[in-house]
């Protein structure tokens, strides 16, 4: 007899969508609906540490409530709070009245987020992604400061579109050689047609690239986080990096990673390519907010250094290495939003320790995080992820990955110095700067000393990222749509 789990987190979350709806269709009030939403996303984080109340027997399993879903989730879900913490009243739209559908459409991206996983089902898979893919859609186009947010918000629906579909067509593939909708990478050994399944599990991958903005499924990150505001720029560099990291993880989890195939072979020149591609891509930009769009494409290579080492330190380490990088991009972000909302130019930053000493001294913090500097958090995760590489004796990967770090170096200590000089005499014009929220003042401290903590004492969340445990792929079976 077969089980259908429907996580706790994900009934929260459907819960708070609709009373926040409610809440909205009765009488708006930003206020109101942004507590309302902190109030939903930490029930729903108090609900992952519960056991699964909802269990159905006889039913097709969608989801698996396992360890590695339950951490994602609570990544996930904890990087959303900072995000609305971070949303300053005012800042999201020009037009005050309809910033309560923000948080509605932040709560229905997290739920995305949170339902993909734990997905063991392509029903499930799909449906949380387009639910995430959609929220997003709205968030980046909801800045309409900007000319350029619509433009933003229209190459992502064109290109994440394309995308979808390429993965559509390789459920389809696989569907057809194997007779099953699980969410695992099928075992080719044994189809009348191994190339069509080959061809379905290469197309999968490449929208998943593309979702997480690897090489060469890259170039439209930098003009999203561009175009939008910068809270909804982090959702995009950082929420749905971990659900897509965390689907992906799972689809391969019963994958020999070790034998040479076209998908490992895909995998592993993407991986390469984004390392390299992305801090080449970061070095020559002015704009701070590409530059970090290149620094996110690079992360993502390192990531997969660690998907591709299974073995004692490959989900540990790309669980630990998540953590860091939301730590450290969220708070970039913060301190960007907070200080300089609009300061995208990184000459504006000029002389930061001079007018803003506290906000300068914890950008640096996060910084030294992404560049993999001692005692930052991003420098135990970075030789984490190293571990886990020689112990799958990934040579290649790990002379780039030492590589593509030295060139992010000049990038993330550039930006420190600009902090640390005065703007030059023949600039004109200074940006203003504006004063944090006790908020967002208090979200920057708690980062920045997470930051430090972690790096200095990672022993907790080592023996955490230890213990997560991926389920074993669901038996084949003939699909029945649910």
């Known amino acids: 007899m077969s089980f259908s789990f429907l996580p706790n987190a994900v009934l929260v979350l459907c819960l708070g969508s609709l009373v926040q709806l409610a809440a909205i269709s009765w009488r708006r009030h930003v206020v109101r609906d942004a507590i309302l939403c902190v109030i939903v996303l930490l029930a729903s984080l108090a609900s992952i540490m519960l056991p699964t109340v909802l269990v159905m027997t006889g039913a097709t399993p969608l989801f698996a409530p396992d360890t590695w879903a339950s951490f994602a989730g609570a990544l996930i879900i904890l990087s959303a709070l900072a995000i609305v913490l971070m949303s300053r009243h005012g800042a999201i739209s020009a037009d005050p009245s309809v910033n309560s559908e923000y948080f509605l459409l932040l709560t229905l991206a997290t739920l995305g987020g949170v339902a993909m996983t734990g997905a063991v089902h392509f029903v499930s898979f799909f449906l949380g992604l387009e639910t995430l893919s959609l929220a997003l859609l709205g968030l980046i186009a909801f800045h309409n400061q900007r000319l350029d947010a619509g433009e933003a918000a229209m190459k992502y629906l064109l290109l994440s579109g394309v995308a979808s579909a390429t993965m559509v067509f390789g459920f389809a593939l696989i569907y057809a050689e194997t007779g099953s909708l699980r969410f695992a990478a099928p075992d080719l050994s044994h189809v009348p047609e191994p190339i069509i399944g080959v061809m379905g599990v290469i197309l999968i991958l490449s929208g998943m690239f593309f979702k997480l903005s690897a090489v060469p499924f890259h170039l439209w990150l930098a003009d999203v986080l ?149 005692p930052a958090v991003g420098f135990f995760a970075k030789f984490y992820v190293a571990a886990a590489g020689v112990s799958a004796h990934r040579t290649l990967l790990l002379f780039v990955l030492i590589a593509s770090s030295t060139i992010g170096l000049f990038y993330y200590l550039r930006l420190i110095l600009i902090m640390l000089t005065p703007a030059p005499a023949d600039r004109e014009t200074r940006a203003e700067l504006t004063a944090p929220t006790p908020v967002n003042a208090a979200l920057i401290t708690v980062l920045a000393c997470a930051t430090i903590l972690l790096g200095i004492c990672p022993s907790t969340l080592v023996q955490r990222s230890q213990s997560l445990v991926v389920a074993p792929p669901l038996p084949a079976a003939p699909a029945t749509l649910p």
């Open 226 to 374: 561009e175009g939008t505001s910068v809270p909804v720029a982090a959702l995009v560099a950082v929420t749905s990096k971990i659900a897509l990291f965390a689907a992906m993880l799972r689809y391969f989890s019963a994958v020999n990673l070790y034998a040479p195939s076209a998908q490992v072979n895909e995998i592993l020149i993407v991986a390469v390519l984004s390392m390299l591609g992305g801090n080449l891509m970061a070095v020559v930009q002015t704009d701070l907010r590409r530059l970090l769009a290149g620094s996110s494409i690079a992360h993502v290579g390192y990531l997969l250094v660690a998907f591709l080492s299974p073995g004692p330190f490959g989900v540990a380490s790309a669980a630990f290495y998540l953590a860091a990088y939301a730590i450290s991009t969220l708070g970039v972000f913060a301190i960007m939003n907070g200080v300089l909302p609009q300061g995208t130019d990184i000459r504006e930053w000029h002389g930061l320790f001079r007018r803003k000493p506290a906000a300068a001294l914890a950008m640096s913090i996060m910084l030294i995080s992404l560049a993999g500097i001692p």
